[in-house]
């Protein structure tokens, strides 16, 4: 089995910045694309970012281009979420996730495996 966990969410005020970190361990599965999602109250999840394992492609909603960075880390199995200018509505739960094969990235249903969730709160 994989274990993703999430950490680095938190509080913020409108414009500063929080860094996720996805740490993926247990069974090592060539991952196809690791992807980020947040999921706000009421709200179906959404997509957020997503990188591919191998070649590093990536990409981003449109909400958050220019302001969201996702990057990697092949030698820790890691994958990060840098967030700049951060504004109420990127309030959420955000989720990281892995898929093994190919297929939309932007669909939560494609992905395999799931962390926890970490909470970041946007105030304004």
């Known amino acids: 089995q994989v274990q993703l966990v999430e950490s680095g969410g938190g509080l913020v005020q409108a414009g500063g910045s929080l860094r996720l970190s996805c740490a993926a361990s247990g069974r090592t599965i060539p991952s196809y694309v690791m992807g980020w999602f947040r999921q706000a109250p009421g709200q179906e999840r959404e997509f957020v970012s997503a990188?591919?394992?191998?070649?590093?492609?990536?990409y981003y909603a449109d909400s958050v281009k220019g302001r969201f960075t996702i990057s990697r880390d092949n030698a820790k199995n890691t994958v990060y979420l840098q967030m700049n200018n951060l504004k109420p509505e990127d309030t959420a739960v955000y989720f990281c996730?892995?898929?093994?094969?190919?297929?939309?990235?932007?669909?939560?249903?494609?992905?395999?495996?799931w962390g926890q969730g970490t909470q970041v709160t946007v105030s304004s």
């Open positions: 990188i591919s394992w191998t070649y590093g492609y990536r």
């Open positions: 996730a892995a898929a093994v094969s190919g297929g939309d990235y932007r669909a939560p249903e494609n992905y395999n495996y």
